[in-house]
């Protein structure tokens, strides 16, 4: 069975300071894709960062970085300086060949001043 | 461009009534979808079709219906509304879905109710 599991149902963090997000998942497939979505108050689901399983080098894109350890089939995203505007549900999911986009139950992140 | 749109963005619907939730995309793509999402929960894929004339089932098919006789439209059809069917609906567009690193681009959302 392909699932994803995101462990913290909701988390905080200081404006300024930096906050991990955790996702496992599980997959007999050897080539995937990795994602995390960002669903802000207004329900609009935003791609914040996105891993190609067969790249071991870690994607950042600016204050998001992930830790993928392919192994262990863990995908979490580290979000650095963190900003008000950072508040949200974020999603990890994950795409294979069978087209079927799989998410996890998602984080609430809170960003407090 | 405007992206993904869907129509409404909120209905209430009667135990067995029938609707159809509308999708467009103005993009080109070829992959479309349509995923549900219940209170507190991740997204679920109910259909996708992978270019106009061709649908698959997800997740979660039961109780829906879809069609593709465009590129642009995407249309998801409920023929007997059940309270279990209560969710937001989302529809959604890649340029290419198999095997891809391709984004995937949401629409807005529909909020439907069953009572």
């Known amino acids: 069975a392909q699932t994803v599991t995101q462990s913290q149902p909701e988390m905080s963090v200081q404006e300024a300071e930096t906050v991990t997000l955790s996702c496992t998942y599980d997959?007999?497939?050897?080539?995937?894709?990795l994602f995390w979505y960002k669903q802000p108050p207004s329900r609009q689901m935003i791609l914040v960062i996105r891993?190609?399983?067969?790249?071991?080098q870690n994607a950042t894109e600016n204050r998001f970085s992930v830790n993928f350890q392919k192994a262990a089939k863990s995908f979490s995203l580290k979000i650095s300086d963190s900003q008000l505007g950072d508040t949200a549900m974020y999603f990890c999911?994950?795409?294979?060949?069978?087209?079927?986009?799989?998410f996890g139950a998602g984080t609430r992140l809170t960003v407090k001043p | 461009n405007a992206g993904v749109t869907q129509t409404p963005k909120f209905r209430i619907l009667k135990i067995g009534q029938s609707m159809t939730l509308q999708c467009t995309q103005d993009?080109?793509?070829?992959?479309m979808y349509w995923y549900r999402q219940d209170p507190g929960m991740g997204l679920k894929l109910i259909y996708y079709?992978?270019?106009?004339?061709?649908?698959d089932k997800g997740e979660v098919p039961n109780g829906y219906n879809v069609s593709r006789s465009t590129t642009e439209d995407f249309p998801l059809r409920l023929e007997l509304a059940a309270p279990s069917q209560t969710s937001v609906y989302f529809c959604?567009?890649?340029?290419?879905?198999?095997?891809?690193?391709?984004?995937?681009?949401f629409g807005p959302g529909t909020r439907l109710t069953v009572l």
């Open positions: 993009m080109n793509h070829n992959y």
């Open positions: 891993q190609e399983a067969y790249k071991q």
């Open positions: 959604a567009s890649s340029y290419d879905g198999t095997y891809s690193y391709n984004e995937q681009f």
């Open positions: 997959t007999s497939e050897n080539n995937y894709y």
């Open positions: 999911a994950f795409i294979t060949n069978n087209n079927d986009m799989r």
């Open positions: 079709s992978v270019g106009a004339g061709i649908t």
